[in-house]
């Protein structure tokens, strides 16, 4: 099936595994998704991610972190910000605060895919591509 929208799909696929309580979630690799991946796994929010399978049918495995014995998400909420029909820039004065620091907004920027933390560090400014909490 072809998505037009690679980053609202691998948000929906841990949205969807991380409510049904599963340990891992696979969603097709691009360069976007591995990249984003990778924030999220420095910011704590995932466990681990891996490449699996060859050629065009790459995935990603996803495993996802959960605390306690009740097994709470550690990912409360995800929010696609910018979209293909309506794209939100912002320059570095003007970059969001998810929840007032506790959560994150992904950045892509001209030197790659980022947090607003870093971004604010860096002063660079650019797409805000989602809000994570």
């Known amino acids: 099936m072809a998505v037009n929208d690679t980053i609202a799909d691998m948000l929906t696929r841990i949205r969807n595994a991380t409510q049904a309580r599963h340990q891992t979630t696979l969603i097709p690799s691009t360069k976007m998704t591995r990249s984003i991946a990778k924030v999220l796994k ?16 790459r995935n990603l495995v996803v495993a996802l972190k959960y ?10 909420a995800l929010k696609r910000v910018s979209k293909p029909g309506l794209r939100v820039y912002s320059n570095r004065k003007e970059l969001p605060r998810v929840l007032g620091g506790i959560g994150i907004a992904i950045i892509s920027t001209s030197s790659g895919i980022m947090t607003d933390r870093e971004a604010r560090r860096q002063g660079l400014g650019g797409e805000v591509l989602c809000y994570i909490w």
């Open 67 to 76: 605390k306690g014995k009740n097994r709470q998400p550690i990912i409360t």
């Open 42 to 57: 420095d910011e704590g929010f995932i466990a681990d991610y891996s490449e699996d399978g060859e050629g065009v049918k």
